[in-house]
């Protein structure tokens, strides 16, 4: 049984989102502030956290960032704030997906179910795939990423876009194959949500982030891996 943590501070809400969630089969843990979720996170077993974005003591942006520093559990966003911007700054400090206030509550929980379906799913070509002289390696049977033998803290998007672009090198993808392999067809939000999991990816594989030698923009097209060479 998967268990959920809820963080918000309306207790209204929580109650609403874990009713549903214990009705589909989910075990839930039920967090009011920022440090409380991340404490749950830290010393309880969690398989997802749905946050809010406004919390009393931490904005839901720090909060998400800060559980991304100790554990690569999906984290589905729920915000009241409409603005791309604020869209993609939560998927760059690691957030899977948002859901917009007011919501269906049987939404919320669709989405837990595809983004756990989509974490589950095992991605698995080679035990390991290494490029550029084992600078990166991708463990695809631990779903770990390592740089100059560093274990990188990807999430778990990022992690499957990076192993779905690896799996084929040299290959061109749209971002709406990349979209499809990655977030599924019932992903309704922006196709430029890719750009901002490359740029994330960028980040934190490349040694120059400005010139990447793995994950390579084809102009109009989308991208390719092109395996560490320049």
């Known amino acids: 049984m998967k268990t959920i943590l ?5 207790a209204k809400i929580r109650d609403v989102v874990v009713s549903y969630l214990k009705n589909d089969g989910f075990s839930t843990l039920e967090a009011e502030t920022g440090g ?6 830290q010393n309880q077993t969690v398989d997802f956290v749905i946050l809010d974005l406004m919390l009393p003591d931490m904005e839901g942006e720090q909060v998400c960032q800060a559980i991304r520093q100790i554990h690569s ?3 589905l966003m729920l915000t009241a704030k409409v603005s791309e911007n ?19 509550p049987r939404e919320v929980v669709a989405r837990v179910r595809a983004i756990l379906r989509r974490s589950d799913d095992q991605l698995l070509l080679a035990d390991r795939l290494a490029f550029n002289e084992n600078h990166l390696i991708v463990d695809s049977l631990k779903q770990q990423v390592f740089c100059d033998g560093h274990l990188m803290n990807l999430t778990p998007n990022e992690y499957k876009l990076l192993l ?23 992903f309704e939000g922006d196709i430029r949500t890719i750009d ?9 594989i490349e040694r120059d982030p400005k010139a990447p030698v793995y994950i390579v923009t084809v102009y109009g097209a989308g991208y390719r891996f092109a395996g560490g060479t320049p």
């Open 6 to 10: 809820v963080v918000d501070d309306e």
């Open 36 to 41: 409380d979720a991340i404490r749950f996170v």
């Open 73 to 75: 559990v999906p984290i």
């Open 86 to 104: 604020n869209r993609i700054k939560g998927l760059s400090v690691g957030a899977d997906d948002y859901v917009t206030k007011p919501f269906d």
């Open 164 to 186: 779905a672009l690896a799996k084929y090198p040299q290959r061109h993808f749209t971002r709406e194959e990349l979209i499809e392999r990655v977030l599924g067809y019932d």
């Open 196 to 204: 901002q999991h490359v740029k994330n990816i960028r980040h934190k």
